[in-house]
């Protein structure tokens, strides 16, 4: 017998249903808040994280113990931006992206947006399939944002992942392979975060192996005053930030002695855990400009096509014989630690700077003409 009350519930379960699907397939949700940002808030400072975690960083401690590196940095992330309490912090934890049923997107991505250590924006967001990298993040960015105005308003990025690779870059993202993540392309993307023309980073931060090359300065100097990244590889660990809480007791810190205080604290914990090579450097780009042509001139003869195997790890470029030792080493500093066993377990220093090895064929003709 038809019973039009169960029909009415299926009707109305239905409608639910197809109505949280459509809301769903939206780029973005925003979570309620009971208070009101106020836009004009003043901040002394800005803070951008963007965590890559569309794929797999799972890594081991020191007890053996598996740990997710991006989680990781996500609490502590949110811990930096609770206790930044004359500064905005904006934290995009870029998740992987899945369908309803194979066909409908979800918003698996997380904003959150902190403004003197208060929590004043959440939002869950998705990315269209093949969008330029970092646009939909610089997007939230120059919504949310409070522009107080400061003109001395000093602005960090900091970037958790894998290698941002020289070209290509299709499949960084796991679900979303169709955008493109290489250097040319985190070098646009990060310029959408940048307000006035004039302004520049007063440092960014690269948590990834093999990014502490000539190629990525000669891409980010325009941009920033200060770089910190690792020449070769990070082993699935990351650069601590609780440094950042220094712009709160010491707010007068130099861009250079902050990104040394993130080194120092990353390096002591690693030497701590791990017995493979560790590498950090930072780069006082107000100094690397002065020798930017030869450095530019280098990384265009190295990274030429045919002359080297992108997909093995990071030597130091100090062995090419293109390497002006004494001019490249000015302005860097580096944290070094060899190898406990293996072939680099006998070098006491680094460079600071990371090449990619040549092709077999190259380096043989290398060797004939510089014997």
Same mark, same amino acid.
């Given at each position: ?11 109305i ?65 949110r ?15 870029q ?8 066909l ?27 969008e ?29 992942? =894998? ?14 392979p ?36 000539p ?22 660990? =990351? ?5 950042l ?6 707010p ?10 993130l ?5 002591k ?7 493979t ?5 930072v ?12 450095? =530019? ?52 220093? =680094? ?19 510089h014997?």
């Amino acid at each position: 017998m038809f019973n039009p009350c169960s029909a009415y519930t299926i009707l109305i379960g239905t409608a639910l249903f197809v109505g949280a699907v459509l809301s769903g397939c939206s780029h973005t949700s925003e979570l309620p808040r009971e208070d009101v940002l106020d836009e004009t808030a003043d901040v002394d400072y800005s803070v951008i994280y963007y965590i890559h975690a569309d794929s797999d960083y799972l890594y081991h401690d020191a007890s053996g113990r598996p740990v997710q590196g991006n989680r990781r940095v996500l609490d502590d992330a949110r811990n930096v931006a609770e206790n930044a309490g004359s500064g905005e912090v904006f934290i995009f934890y870029q998740r992987p992206e899945f369908r309803f049923l194979g066909l409908f997107p979800r918003r698996s991505s997380r904003f959150y947006h902190y403004v003197n250590g208060e929590l004043a924006n959440k939002v869950r967001y998705r990315h269209s399939d093949s969008e330029a990298f970092l646009t939909t993040e610089a997007r939230f960015h120059n919504r949310y944002g409070t522009r107080s105005g400061k003109a001395d308003q000093r602005k960090f990025f900091l970037f958790y992942g =894998h290698e941002i690779p020289d070209g290509g870059g299709k499949n960084y993202h796991r679900t979303k392979p169709d955008i493109a993540v290489n250097a040319a392309s985190f070098s646009e993307g990060i310029q959408q975060f940048l307000l006035r023309q004039e302004q520049q980073f007063d440092l960014i931060v690269l948590s990834t192996c093999s990014n502490g090359t000539p190629l990525m300065a000669d891409r980010l100097m325009p941009y920033a005053s200060v770089m910190l990244a690792s020449p070769q590889n990070l082993h699935l660990s =990351h650069i601590d930030s609780g440094s950042l809480k220094l712009l709160e007791g010491e707010p007068g810190i130099s861009n250079v002695q902050l990104a040394r205080s993130l080194a120092g604290q990353t390096y002591k914990r690693l030497a701590s855990e791990i017995r493979t090579t560790i590498t950090l450097a930072v780069y006082d780009f107000d100094v690397v400009r002065n020798y930017h042509d030869e450095l =530019h001139a280098f990384a265009t003869a190295h990274d030429s096509p045919g002359r080297i195997n992108s997909f093995s790890d990071n030597v130091d470029c100090r062995q090419f014989p293109m390497f002006d030792d004494d001019t490249f080493s000015k302005g860097i500093e580096t944290w070094y630690k060899p190898a406990r066993f293996g072939r680099q377990s006998n070098a006491t220093d =680094h460079s600071g700077w990371g090449c990619k090895p040549l092709v077999e064929k190259e380096r043989d003709r290398q060797v004939r003409h510089h014997p």
